[in-house]
């Protein structure tokens, strides 16, 4: 189990997108997430009349160390570090180690 999942709502703790918040659209395996817009590059494609891909200039997200972000609490507005509990039941669940709560709600 990761600290960090997809459609987790993120904030960035350093570097140039600095207090930005979105959710993580993938998580990829050398320990970067590819956060909604943050982190945007521009990225010049060729046309591709096969696959139908227009030639041209398209902003998109860039990696970002998984180091870099935390999870937003929406209680408190702020980005938390996350431990791991085991519950009564035997599952087990993320929570937000400043204020104790769970941060998995489903």
């Not at 395996?29 to 010049?44: C, E, G, P, S, Y």
């Amino acid at each position: 189990m990761r600290k960090i999942k997809t459609g987790d709502e993120v904030i960035v703790l350093t570097g140039k997108d600095k207090g930005k918040h979105g959710s993580v659209l993938r998580v990829l395996a050398n320990d970067r997430v590819l956060v909604q817009n943050v982190n945007m590059i521009k990225r010049h494609t060729r046309p591709n009349p096969n696959k139908g891909v227009t030639g041209g200039i398209i902003d998109k997200e860039a990696p970002i160390h998984i180091s870099n972000v935390a999870l937003y609490n929406a209680a408190t507005g702020k980005g938390e570090r996350v431990g791991f509990r085991l519950l009564e039941d035997g599952t087990k669940v993320r929570y937000f180690k400043r204020s104790g709560e769970v941060a998995d709600v489903k």
